[in-house]
């Protein structure tokens, strides 16, 4: 069964750190790209971070760089997200996510994890 | 950044309803569209990528069209199960974006 599943979430401080997981089954997360996409109570989606499938090539939106890292690591068949300066704001549920398509990439993210909840809070 | 503007932000209808979502990007975002249906406490669901390609197991009621800037999601026949939140996403360029969704609610 394909699947992605999340841990690691939790409460932290501002200013702390926190490392989430995801695990893969049913297929080689390698073979795909992979991305961090996050849900703030109550509120849409934005996506996170971005690994690119062929050279593990990462992209960030501008607020988040320098905070956070995308990595994979592919004996595990898991995909990282490692965040640091946390913020109140940074409060949400992360999902991991999988680009539809290991050769052709259409943009779309065609399975979802369930989601982890990070709770930045003193 | 490219922003996802959808409308309208809510809509209520009833099963039998045919509805239409839009979703308008501040710049061409070629054919990287997609279409995702979120219900509460679930993860996103894709529906529609590249447009107007239908996601393997998405029911044929569900449709997308458009190009350039302007895009829509349309739901011929609403059955019980579609009321949920509905959100357009971008993948033309970094960083991806996504409009602040519709909720399709039980008139």
């Known amino acids: 069964q394909v699947q992605l599943v999340e841990s690691g979430g939790g409460l932290v401080k501002p200013g702390g750190s926190m490392r989430l997981s995801c695990a893969a089954s049913?297929?080689?997360?390698?073979?795909?790209?992979m991305s961090w996409i996050r849900q703030a109570p109550g509120k849409g989606l934005e996506w996170v971070a971005y690994i690119r499938n062929s050279d593990s090539a990462t992209y960030y939106p501008d607020s988040m760089k320098g905070r956070i890292t995308i990595s994979r690591d592919s004996a595990k068949n898991s995909l990282y997200l490692q965040m640091s300066s946390l913020r109140a704001e940074d409060t949400a549920i992360y999902y991991c996510?999988?680009?539809?398509?290991?050769?052709?990439?259409?943009?779309?993210?065609?399975?979802w994890g369930q989601g982890t909840l990070v709770t930045v809070s003193s | 950044d490219i922003q996802m503007t959808q409308s309208p932000s809510s809509v209520s209808a009833s099963v039998g309803d045919r509805v239409t979502i839009t979703c308008q990007a501040s710049q061409g975002v070629n054919s990287w569209l997609a279409w995702y249906q979120q219900k509460p406490g679930k993860a996103p669901r894709l529906l529609i990528y590249s447009v107007s390609t239908l996601q393997s197991g998405v029911p044929l009621r569900f449709s997308g069209s458009g190009s350039g800037t302007d895009f829509t999601l349309t739901i011929s026949s609403l059955q019980p199960e579609d009321f949920a939140t509905y959100y357009c996403q971008q993948a033309n360029s970094f960083p991806y974006t996504f409009g602040q969704g519709t909720k399709l609610e039980l008139k």
């Open positions: 996510a999988r680009g539809q398509g290991s050769s052709s990439w259409f943009g779309a993210f065609d399975i």
């Open positions: 049913g297929f080689t997360s390698n073979d795909y790209y």
